[in-house]
């Protein structure tokens, strides 16, 4: 079991800049085992794919939106994943959860066992 915490959203306006970030605790594996990922879902849509990384953090996806914008990092020795956001757009606003699974990385929200209770992120225009 693993539970993840997301933290760090909040408020800011477009162009602005936030950095989130998630915090892995619990029995099992280490987190440095773990594929990690960003989703995110605003109200009436899917959830969807934003950013994973590799367990040893030296591979990262984005999706489209995401690309240039985003970065999804991860400190093992801290067993946290961030994902720094600029040039923020109100698009962009949405609950955003982190996730954990073993394997390679996924670009779709299933197959990734673990889930945290999301953070809302809003930019206003």
């Known amino acids: 079991q693993v539970q993840l915490v997301e933290s760090g959203g909040g408020l800011v306006q477009a162009g602005g800049s936030l950095r989130l970030s998630c915090a892995a605790s619990?029995?099992?594996?280490?987190?440095?085992?773990?594929?990690m990922g960003w989703f995110r879902q605003a109200p009436g849509k899917e959830r969807e794919f934003v950013a994973t990384?590799?367990?040893?953090?030296?591979?990262?996806y984005y999706a489209d939106s995401a690309k240039g914008r985003f970065t999804i990092s991860r400190d093992n020795a801290e067993n946290t994943v961030y994902l720094q956001m600029k040039s923020l757009k109100p698009e962009d606003t949405a609950v955003y959860y982190c996730?954990?699974?073993?394997?390679?990385?996924?670009?779709?929200?299933?197959?990734?066992?673990?889930w945290g209770q999301g953070t809302q992120v809003t930019v206003s225009s």
């Open positions: 619990g029995s099992g594996r280490t987190f440095s085992s773990y594929t």
């Open positions: 990384i590799t367990s040893g953090g030296r591979t990262t």
């Open positions: 996730a954990a699974r073993f394997g390679r990385p996924l670009m779709v929200p299933y197959d990734y066992a673990y």
